[in-house]
């Protein structure tokens, strides 16, 4: 079965990091782009950051760009986002999510997310 | 990069067909097929309903179907089920090489 877990989520001061991570089952997380995606609960969707599978290409949001660091090890499967800085309006559920260009361009896996609150 | 936008809510009664609109620009619904759409029920993950503009991956019902006209994707829905009542949410590349979700529009069943 393919599938997603996301971890590291947790309360953490303004100004402070916090390290999730993604492992992947199933597949291999090598062969395809890897995004992380946010929502703050009861709000939208909103993406984050990519890598391609080679960690050779990587984007990030404006929102934040300078802060965030995407990067992943596939020889443990895993994918990571580092998050500095931290402010109130980070809060949010934290997906992942992969597109294995399988159908498409789509994000075809999702994790079931992990919560991280900034807050003193 | 501004959400592309999305009514907030849309409702129809069981059987019925109901349209999600979803407008962004020439830098990303205009310019790109890529073009998704996911379903997300209340504390669950996302899941993808139709990608690339009309595609629906294998599993989804046929009852869903996508199309793009211009700078505004849309989403049908027919023959509404109670099961279809969620969250829905557009999704686009952008020319910046990123990605955009919309607003998001609440499917509510009647």
């Known amino acids: 079965e393919v599938q997603l877990v996301e971890s590291g989520g947790g309360l953490v001061q303004p100004g402070g990091s916090l390290r999730l991570s993604c492992g992947a089952s199933?597949?291999?997380?090598?062969?395809?782009?890897m995004h992380w995606v946010r929502q703050v609960p009861g709000k939208g969707l909103v993406w984050v950051s990519r890598?391609?599978?080679?960690?050779?290409?990587?984007n990030y949001a404006d929102s934040v760009k300078g802060r965030f660091t995407i990067s992943r090890d596939n020889a443990k499967n895993t994918l990571f986002l580092q998050l500095n800085s931290l402010r109130v309006e980070d809060t949010a559920v934290y997906y992942c999510?992969?597109?294995?260009?399988?159908?498409?361009?789509?994000?075809?896996?999702w994790g079931q997310g992990t919560m991280v609150t900034v807050s003193s | 990069q501004s959400a592309l936008t999305q009514p907030a809510s849309v409702s129809g009664s069981p059987g019925q067909s109901i349209t999600i609109s979803c407008t962004g620009t020439?830098?990303?619904?205009?310019?790109?097929?890529?073009v998704s759409w996911y379903q997300q029920h209340p504390g669950k993950a996302p899941k993808v309903m139709i990608y690339?503009?009309?595609n629906r991956p294998s599993g989804v019902s046929n009852r869903f179907s996508g199309s793009k006209s211009g700078s505004t994707a849309s989403l049908t829905i027919s023959g509404l089920q109670a099961e279809d009542e969620a969250d829905y949410y557009c999704?686009?590349?952008?020319?910046?090489?990123?990605?955009?979700f919309g607003t998001g529009t609440k499917v509510t069943v009647l």
């Open positions: 020439n830098s990303d619904v205009g310019g790109y097929k890529y």
């Open positions: 999510a992969s597109q294995r260009w399988l159908q498409g361009s789509a994000f075809d896996i």
């Open positions: 690339d503009v009309n």
């Open positions: 890598i391609h599978g080679d960690g050779n290409e990587i």
């Open positions: 199933g597949f291999a997380i090598s062969s395809c782009w």
């Open positions: 999704c686009s590349y952008t020319s910046t090489k990123n990605y955009v």
